[in-house]
């Protein structure tokens, strides 16, 4: 099945925490061409962050075959209907960028519903929506926005969504598909195994005799409890502050950026890591876990983190969001700081070398990103030799 060129249309910049749109693109690029365009920076975003300023320079190439392209504008408005305005000027250059690099009828692949003014403007032959959380839900202007992505939807040849209830959501369209999130495996196996292509039995064994263990873990007593990723607007703070109080026998720790200044009292932030150091934090913990509010963005979610807590072949407890409920049988739901404490001391007193512990580590291995980009090229055929 060939890779065909990809004009991805993101709302995540690449440098930014890994999403479904860096992992699937990379995973496209190993085989095809892919052009990552970014959301639109403002200027001042850039003052005094030289990291950033490659951005300046428009395109670059970050990876084999894969080029980023990085709109930077003196105002970046969130309004989705100025946002609109701005991709409709931007278009000519998409398309210049994307003939410069020999694109022919490639694959529109959009994530946000403003990115309905590209469709039909970048000679594609397939045009694709992926949701990969409830748009609306994060609008300054709901009804704008669900307006936007009902005619991408009508637009698109094909319409991937992230959970269950996005799909639901969107049944009434005959061309939605469930294209869950996944887990990096050749990233993991690389840095935790030395091998990207390490087996789950290579995998058990390096988690089992880590080759490293985080600096700011080695001189802690006592088990770690474990949150990796962000703690932004739907992540339960009080829930994490009553088990603390709780249980101030246990190591709570927080691996990411927060949207607060500090962490609740008794409870240890080492802030965001890079990526290729994070996955030691998540092998040096006891039980990870997931203590988000219940909601419409958890509704909606499918947490990357997720699957890889279970490449890491460890115990999670998550509150009662659907795609928590998905996974029954490996992950455990709970309510509240009690329902927590009783769960982590359940996982805590697990047998580690128990059948479970594969188990996760497999299901994970059977997860990966390849596997739902290979999923998402069958679609992307299908598609082609339609509009052929």
Request: contains cysteine; aromatic residues 8%.
């Amino acid at each position: 099945m060939s890779t065909p060129d990809i004009i991805c249309l993101s709302t995540n910049h690449w440098t930014g925490l890994p999403t479904s749109k860096q992992h699937l693109m990379s995973v496209l690029a190993r085989s095809g061409r892919v052009l990552y365009v970014e959301p639109p920076l403002d200027v001042f975003s850039l003052l005094g962050r030289r990291r950033q300023w490659g951005k300046l320079a428009g395109m670059r190439e970050v990876e084999e075959r894969l080029w980023v392209l990085s709109p930077v504008v003196v105002v970046d408005s969130s309004l989705p209907r100025k946002r609109v305005v701005f991709h409709r000027r931007f278009l000519s250059k998409v398309a210049r960028a994307a003939r410069g690099l020999g694109f022919e009828n490639p694959v529109v692949w959009c994530f946000s519903p403003e990115h309905i003014v590209y469709a039909g403007g970048l000679g594609e032959s397939v045009l694709i929506y992926h949701a990969a959380d409830e748009p609306a839900g994060l609008s300054r202007d709901p009804d704008t926005t669900r307006m936007l992505e009902r005619e991408l939807m009508e637009r698109s040849d094909i319409v991937f969504v992230a959970s269950q209830s996005l799909y639901e959501a969107r049944s009434e369209f005959g061309n939605v598909h469930r294209l869950q999130n996944a887990a990096d495996g050749m990233h993991y196996g690389r840095v935790l195994a030395g091998d990207a292509s390490a087996s789950a039995d290579a995998l058990l064994r390096a988690l089992r005799e880590p080759r490293c263990r985080p600096p700011e873990l080695a001189g802690l007593e006592g088990p770690v409890i474990l949150y990796g990723g962000a703690a932004y607007g739907w992540f339960d703070f009080e829930l994490l502050a009553d088990l603390a109080r709780m249980r101030p026998d246990w190591n709570l720790v927080m691996v990411g950026p927060s949207e607060r200044p500090g962490p609740p009292p008794g409870v240890l932030s080492v802030g965001r890591k890079r990526y290729d150091e994070f996955p030691w934090y998540v092998a040096a913990a006891d039980v990870t876990i997931l203590p988000l509010k219940i909601g419409s963005h958890t509704r909606n979610c499918d947490p990357i983190i997720l699957f890889e807590y279970l490449l890491c072949g460890k115990p999670v407890v998550a509150t009662p969001f659907p795609a928590a409920a998905e996974h029954e049988d490996l992950v455990t739901r709970a309510s509240g700081a009690g329902g927590f404490e009783k769960a982590i001391s359940s996982a805590l007193n697990e047998d580690r070398s128990a059948e479970m512990v594969r188990r996760r580590v497999e299901y994970a291995l059977d997860n990966t990103w390849e596997k739902r980009a290979e999923a998402a090229l069958g679609f992307i055929e299908k598609a082609r030799e339609r509009t052929r």
